[in-house]
């Protein structure tokens, strides 16, 4: 599960598109110079688009 803050909706990576209003999320952590980062996704197929 993920808990979305009340902070800025995050947008999918790939298309831009507000992720608080998409059915199916991804979100994934990477870690870059010590700090994490989360990249958020509104579906697996952006997810698989982004990583590709
Ligand atoms: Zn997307």
């Keep these: 599960m ?3 803050t ?3 909706p995050p947008e999918c990576q790939q298309c831009g598109d507000s992720v608080a209003s998409a ?3 991804r979100v994934v ?4 110079d010590g ?3 989360h990249q958020y996704f509104c579906s ?3 997810l698989e688009l982004w990583e590709a």
């Design 2 to 4: 993920v808990e979305l």
């Design 44 to 46: 697996d197929a952006c």
């Design 6 to 8: 009340d902070e800025d």
């Design 35 to 37: 700090t994490a980062i």
């Design 29 to 32: 952590s990477t870690v870059e």
């Design 23 to 25: 059915s199916e999320q």
